[in-house]
């Protein structure tokens, strides 16, 4: 089975702070992805990376960047954190191919206070 | 706009009851669509995945259906069960530039004894 694992359940942290969520993927799969999860809006795509040091901005990308140095590691990072960016974060990966499943982690709740 | 609309937005049943969530969809050109299972505290899980030409496809208590020509899909749970509850997302996959996934905004099932 594929297993894609976050680093952290839960987080707490300040406004401004620099927050690294971190996702590691134990299939090779190509594709990775970063989405945020707020009741009544679903999931919504942050940034993808299809390849090694390669990254593509999703529909929500402001405040947020990602860095890929590995095929198995897929990093977010909020440079400077905000409230508004409370959340659960879910990283998911996936192989090439339209018709490939994605394979979520359990996620990560983050809170800015 | 290349949207999914799911529906109810949340639902109630009696354990052993059936239930069907509905999925809409204007999305196009249209690659496939796939449903996902979310447990509480954790990443979304493929049930299944519809393509084109597909009608129907089942995995054990879970059936769906697809009618690309008036773009909707639907899952009906037959002898509903406690682990049922769940949320239950419609992705949408558009063969454009490139792979896009729409999201639905999932349905809510509570199962109750």
């Known amino acids: 089975d594929v297993k894609v694992t976050q680093s952290s359940r839960y987080l707490v942290k300040r406004t401004g702070e620099k927050v690294f969520l971190e996702c590691v993927q134990d299939m090779d799969h190509e594709n990775m992805f970063w989405y945020r999860q707020d009741p009544g809006l679903g999931l919504r795509l942050i940034y993808f990376?299809?390849?090694?040091?390669?990254?593509e901005k999703g529909d929500i990308p402001e405040g947020y960047s990602v860095s890929r140095e590995k095929k198995e590691r897929f990093s977010l990072i909020l440079e400077s954190a905000s409230t508004n960016q409370t959340s659960m974060y879910l990283c998911a990966s996936s192989q090439g191919g339209g018709n490939s499943p994605l394979h979520f982690g359990n996620g990560t709740r983050l809170t800015v206070t | 706009k290349n949207q999914v609309e799911q529906s109810p937005q949340s639902l109630i049943i009696l354990e052993g009851k059936n239930c069907t969530l509905q999925?809409?969809?204007?999305?196009?050109?249209?690659?496939?669509l796939r449903w996902y299972k979310q447990d509480t505290g954790r990443g979304p899980v493929s049930l299944t995945i519809?393509?084109?030409?597909?009608n129907t496809k089942s995995n054990g208590r879970y059936t769906a259906t697809l009618d690309a020509d008036t773009k909707q899909s639907s899952l009906h749970i037959t002898a509903s069960q406690l682990s049922d509850s769940a949320s239950y997302i419609c992705?949408?996959?558009?063969?454009?530039?490139?792979?896009?996934?729409?999201f639905g905004k999932g349905t809510t099932l509570s199962v109750s004894s």
């Open positions: 999925c809409n969809y204007t999305v196009s050109p249209f690659s496939n």
């Open positions: 519809m393509t084109f030409s597909e």
């Open positions: 990376s299809y390849d090694v040091k390669m990254k």
């Open positions: 992705v949408v996959s558009s063969l454009g530039a490139g792979t896009a996934l729409i």
